[in-house]
C-alpha cells in the first residue's frame, strides 16, 4: 500500500511550489547490488508483494519505518533474498509476531492540509522465530550511543524500490553511495525537517518508492531508516532523501529489546 502524505507550501527558499513527500520511498541512478552482499537486508511484505525495506538488528528483530504498516496489515519478512522473482534463492520468508511501532508516530494526522512530519516514523518486527544467521542472512550493528555523523561522510543506501521517478520497481537489490548533508540543507524541507530526529543526503542516486524502512549505512553502522523524498522527485537536488535518525530514539529501542 502506498501511502502518500501531503505537505505544506515550502517557505522562502522555495516559493509558491507545492509538493508531496513520498513516505514509502528503490534506489533511483544506483546499480545492481552483488547477490547478498548486504545480508542484513530483508523484504517486509504484505500478501506476498513487496511494500518496504528493512534489515537485521538481530537474529529474531527488524527495523523498518513506521509508515509500512497500517492497523490492520499483516506483514511478512522474507530474508536472504537479492532477486524478488526468483525461485532459486534459498530465502526464508517469516511471520511477524509483534509489531513495535515508536508511541509518537503519528500515522494519519487528523488535519491532512496541517501535515505533521514523521519525527518517530520506527518500527521493530519482532519475528515469529529466530533466523538461523549465515554468509546470506546476517544483521547489521546500530548505534549504541548517540552519535553525530559528521557532514561528506561516504554512506549507502539500498532497496527495491523505483529505479527513476514514477517507475518501475526493480526485482533485484539496488545500491548507491551517498553523502551526509549539513542540517542547514537538509532544512530547505522546511517543517518536515526535525534536525535533532533526522539527517539527510545527496548524491547522484538515492532512495524513492519502495526502499521506505532500508538502512542508511555509514562505516558498516545502521544509523538512518528510509523516511521520506519528493514525490515523482526522489534525487531532487534541493529536496533531499530524509532519513529517521536512529541514535535519536535509542532508549525506546533498547527499551522493546529487554522486553521481548
Not at 51 to 74: K, P, W, Y
Not at 124 to 144: E, F, R, S, Y
Not at 177 to 204: L, S
Not at 236 to 251: E, G, M, R, W
Amino acid at each position: 500500500m502506498i501511502i502518500i502524505i501531503s505537505l505544506l507550501l515550502l517557505g522562502s527558499l522555495l516559493p509558491n511550489l507545492s509538493f508531496t513527500a513520498s513516505v514509502k520511498v528503490s534506489i533511483v541512478n544506483g546499480t545492481e547490488a552483488r547477490p547478498h552482499s548486504r545480508p542484513y537486508m530483508v523484504s517486509v511484505q504484505e500478501d506476498g508483494e513487496h511494500v518496504c525495506g528493512g534489515f537485521l538488528i538481530s537474529d529474531q528483530f527488524v527495523m523498518t519505518a513506521a509508515h509500512c504498516r497500517n492497523d490492520t496489515e499483516i506483514l511478512t519478512v522474507v530474508a536472504g533474498i537479492h532477486d524478488l522473482e526468483s525461485r532459486k534463492e534459498n530465502h526464508v520468508r517469516i511471520k511477524v509476531n509483534t509489531y513495535n511501532m515508536h508511541p509518537e508516530y503519528i500515522p494519519d494526522p487528523p488535519d491532512p492540509d496541517s501535515w505533521i512530519p514523521d519525527i518517530a516514523d520506527l518500527m521493530i518486527l519482532k519475528l515469529d522465530k529466530k533466523v538461523k544467521l549465515n554468509n546470506k542472512i546476517n544483521t547489521i550493528p546500530i548505534p549504541m550511543t548517540p552519535v553525530n555523523i559528521s557532514v561528506g561522510t561516504n554512506c549507502s543506501v539500498a532497496g527495491w524500490g523505483f529505479v527513476e521517478n514514477g517507475g518501475p520497481t526493480s526485482q533485484t537489490l539496488r545500491e548507491a553511495n551517498v553523502k551526509i548533508m549539513d542540517d542547514t540543507d537538509c532544512a530547505r524541507w522546511d517543517e518536515a525537517y526535525v534536525a535533532p530526529k533526522m539527517m539527510c543526503v545527496y548524491g547522484h542516486g538515492g532512495t524513492c518508492e519502495g526502499d521506505s524502512g532500508g538502512p542508511l549505512v555509514c562505516n558498516n553502522i545502521a544509523v538512518g531508516v528510509t523516511a521520506f523524498s519528493l514525490n515523482n522527485s526522489c534525487n531532487d537536488p534541493d529536496l533531499h532523501n530524509v532519513y529517521t535518525k536512529i541514535s535519536a530514539f535509542l532508549p525506546w529501542i533498547q527499551s522493546i529489546l529487554r522486553a521481548n
